[in-house]
């Protein structure tokens, strides 16, 4: 995507990261599987998030290029590499994935093969003109939903994500809880998303989770199924704001600092592939924001060569530290227990 790309690879003043790894003996760090296939539906949004590492923005004169939203011959050719090699989850993300014309018809052939669907959400997305019947349309082919929500205050909130985005998130979030998302018994699973509004480590899943369930619950009479924690990668629009608030070299050294063996052996990019909206390959969502395609000889969803993606050695940079600082972070969450 052209207008992104703020981010280090590697620099001087920071530990190699294959130095690390290599120090622990996990160099390479080599896939093993593709459980599941993530696609990237395009930068289009209807916010612009102070931590967004794909820098998303509401399509416009300042926004992504409209060429930059995923067409439906990728999405055709993945349903085809879907069938062809048995893969059985899709995770769906953007921008606002629902923004791309496609998105509709992409989930429901996804849910006529009988796919393990996730699509995420930033929740706002849900209220705009023309999205009011989205959360049905989830409900209807039981998507899983995972849905961004920086913190359970309203301050916290509208600082990342600009004001009233908050009471738009809970108002989202009651919508969904009325269609039994969140609820005990319904097979509707809604998991929250959370990552720190500033240049920290997140803190344990399990004290965070308790914390917003607690707080949604006595405030706001909301439901849900699971709470995820994200480190923020210094990458996009995330970096920027390190780089002006004179925090990026105290913060890389906070994630190097907390290394965690046990999350790189777990890194979600072991069994995953990110697809582009231009159909290119990358071993994660964030390498995809800086251009990192997957070291195979021909990364892109024509070419699909499931032996060579399975065995393939995984593209790292400074940015993996985020992935594996603490109890290790993922777009399921920690990946470690061992902090």
């Not at 004169?61 to 059985?88: C, H, N």
Request: charged share 25%.
């Amino acid at each position: 995507m052209a207008k992104h790309g703020r981010y280090l690879l590697r620099d001087s003043r920071f530990k190699p990261f294959e130095d690390t790894l290599e120090e622990y003996g996990l160099s390479p760090i080599v896939a093993s599987s593709v459980n599941t296939l993530q696609i990237n539906m395009g930068a289009a949004c209807n916010m612009s998030c102070a931590h967004c590492h794909v820098e998303a923005d509401p399509v416009g004169p300042d926004g992504p290029d409209k060429d930059e939203q995923m067409g439906r011959d990728v999405l055709e050719q993945s349903l085809r590499v879907i069938d062809t090699f048995k893969i059985r989850t899709v995770d769906i993300t953007g921008g606002a994935p629902e923004m791309n014309p496609n998105y509709r018809w992409f989930l429901k052939e996804c849910s006529a093969q009988g796919l393990c669907i996730i699509t995420r959400t930033n929740l706002s997305v849900l209220l705009e003109d023309g999205y009011e019947d989205m959360a049905a349309f989830f409900a209807a082919r039981k998507v899983e939903v995972v849905a961004s929500l920086p913190y359970y205050t309203s301050t916290v909130t509208d600082r990342v994500r600009g004001a009233g985005a908050f009471d738009r998130s809970i108002k989202a979030l009651k919508l969904l809880n009325d269609l039994g998302y969140g609820k005990p018994g319904t097979g509707l699973s809604l998991s929250l998303l959370y990552n720190p509004a500033g240049a920290y480590v997140s803190p344990s899943q399990g004290a965070i989770e308790a914390d917003f369930r607690r707080r949604l619950k006595e405030d706001y009479d909301i439901y849900f199924t699971n709470l995820f924690t994200l480190i923020n990668m210094p990458v996009g629009r995330f970096f920027t704001f390190l780089e002006r608030s004179g925090n990026l070299e105290q913060y890389i050294n906070r994630l190097i600092d907390s290394f965690n063996p046990e999350a790189a052996s777990n890194a979600m990019c072991k069994d995953l592939i990110s697809v582009g909206w231009d159909g290119t390959l990358y071993d994660c969502d964030f390498n995809q924001m800086m251009f990192l395609k997957c070291a195979v000889e021909y990364p892109t969803i024509w070419d699909f060569d499931l032996k060579a993606l399975e065995g393939r050695r995984i593209v790292v940079g400074l940015h993996c530290y985020a992935c594996m600082a603490g109890a290790g972070s993922s777009c399921g969450g920690e990946t470690s227990k061992k902090n």
